[in-house]
């Protein structure tokens, strides 16, 4: 039964010269019920690694991956003309996987109808497809492996690219930001040199800025900004990253409020210094006013220093000459 439904499609000689025949593309006619390969034009044997008479012997399933249940059912979509478009996968004589693209829809040959395909070989694209989502892929994880947060946006404002940590910090959506404007994000206090440092970036071509990120739930982060001007198929961007700089800001004033205590604790110390006018006689020492005091009186009153008072062994015996003392 094949063979008289292949024959009669042959004697469409002038159809098979023009359209099929000399063709460079490769055209299969397939029998939609049965999968039966009814005929292959020559581009079609090349492709294939086969003979006119070796690829009209065999059925679709011989050449496409698909099981012959997912084979029929797209099939009878080309045949309903509900869908003329397919990827598939092909096996070529040498046992090659091929990846194609299938255009096919039902023409009459006669009074019955089989289905015309048209096959394309796209497994270069296929593999530069891969190859760029491998790229984009390492380029996402790139940026959402950036420390803080990382933005892309143009001169209107608008955003491009963004990473991961920007949502999570600052806690809107994706649809969100696509909405927002980079403004958007700043403490209303810091606005303005956010928006001059902007300004810089696309006149001047990079420029840096300390202001504090504004969260959805209204927390102020302090942040340093920065900001290097991109352009991209003659459009100017704005590329940068936001580091999170709270625990910088809080150790440099636990530093400062640590400096200012030393401070206010030395100058509470007082010490002597310079020349004292001291008595050779009595030991007394004059004051910056004139008067004489005694030394332990000047020292006391000029630092921090406590005296008690006792006898040492030389005076003790000229005091008290009559007392004997244990040695």
């Known amino acids: ?17 023009s359209l099929f025949e000399s063709s460079y593309s490769v055209m299969l006619i397939v029998h939609p ?22 690829i009209t012997a065999m059925q679709l399933h ?56 048209i096959i394309h070989d796209i497994s270069e694209r296929k593999h530069i497809e891969k190859q760029i989502q491998q790229e984009k892929n390492l380029s996402e994880s790139l940026i959402n492996s950036l420390p803080g947060i990382m933005y892309l946006f ?15 910090i600052t806690g809107f959506s994706t649809k969100e930001v696509l909405n927002m404007n980079p403004l958007d994000f700043i403490s209303p206090d810091d606005k303005a ?28 982060i302090p942040y340093y900004f920065t900001g290097l001007k991109l352009a991209i198929d003659h459009i ?32 509470q110390v007082k010490k002597l210094s310079g020349f004292l006018p001291i008595c050779a006689s009595c030991k007394k020492i004059r004051d910056d006013k004139g008067y004489w005091n005694q030394i332990e009186t000047y020292i006391k009153e000029h630092s921090e220093a406590e005296f008690s008072h006792g006898l040492c062994p030389e005076c003790t015996e000229k005091l008290y000459p009559d007392m004997k003392f244990p040695a």
């Open 33 to 54: 019920e049965t999968g039966d390969i009814l005929d292959a034009n020559k581009a079609a044997c090349r492709f294939y690694g086969y003979s006119r008479d070796e």
């Open 62 to 117: 011989d050449i496409n991956t698909l099981s012959k249940k997912q084979i029929f059912k797209e099939m009878q979509s080309a045949k309903s003309e509900s869908r003329n478009y397919f990827n598939f996968q092909h096996k070529l004589a040498s046992g090659e996987i091929r990846d194609v693209e299938v255009f096919s829809g039902p023409i009459e040959v006669d009074n019955e109808k089989v289905l015309y395909s």
């Open 1 to 17: 039964m094949a063979m008289q439904r292949k024959k009669r499609i042959i004697k469409s000689d002038e159809l098979y010269k």
């Open 236 to 267: 100017q961007y704005l590329i940068g990253i936001g580091l999170d700089i709270e625990e910088q800001k809080q150790i440099a004033k636990e530093k400062e409020e640590l400096i200012e205590k030393l401070n206010e604790s030395l100058s």
């Open 193 to 220: 040199s956010v928006k001059n440092s902007i300004d810089n970036v696309f006149k001047e071509g990079k420029a840096t800025v300390e202001a504090k990120l504004l969260t959805k739930e209204g927390r102020a």
């Open 154 to 168: 143009n001169e209107m404002g608008d955003f491009i690219r963004w990473n991961r940590n920007l949502e999570t």
